[in-house]
């Protein structure tokens, strides 16, 4: 039988700790507190409606602002579907932005 109080305890801890990114992670302007899903030790935020390219211009600026490392590869290709992914990592967390259209994710994998 699997033992459910740590994932539980694991998911209220991340759901009460605000968008369940971490606490220096920057929040793009107009993005409101997620309801992450989370799956062992990712958490993985959605947004919907959202610009794509000020949202990826954002991230590419304030990423390096709050001491994330932008992992090589990031780029973005605006043309009538916004299409863009920036990787990221501080320490010993490591993530992904990906922009889809009007669609924001971003997945965050903490150390374990």
Not at 26 to 35: D, I, M, Q, V, Y
Not at 63 to 72: F, R, V
Not at 91 to 112: C, F, H, N, R
Request: charged share 15%.
């Amino acid at each position: 039988m699997t033992r459910l109080y740590p994932l539980i305890a694991t998911i209220a801890a991340v759901a009460t700790a605000g968008p369940g990114l971490p606490a220096d992670f920057p929040l793009a302007p107009k993005l409101a507190a997620c309801t992450p899903r989370v799956i062992a030790q990712e958490v993985i935020c959605d947004w919907h409606n959202v610009d794509g390219h000020a949202v990826f211009t954002f991230y590419m600026q304030a990423l390096p602002k709050a001491g994330y490392t932008i992992l090589e590869g990031a780029g973005e290709i605006p043309a009538q579907s916004e299409q863009a992914v920036i990787g990221f990592k501080k320490g010993g967390v490591q993530g992904a932005i990906s922009i889809t259209g009007a669609d924001l994710t971003i997945q965050v994998l903490y150390p374990k």
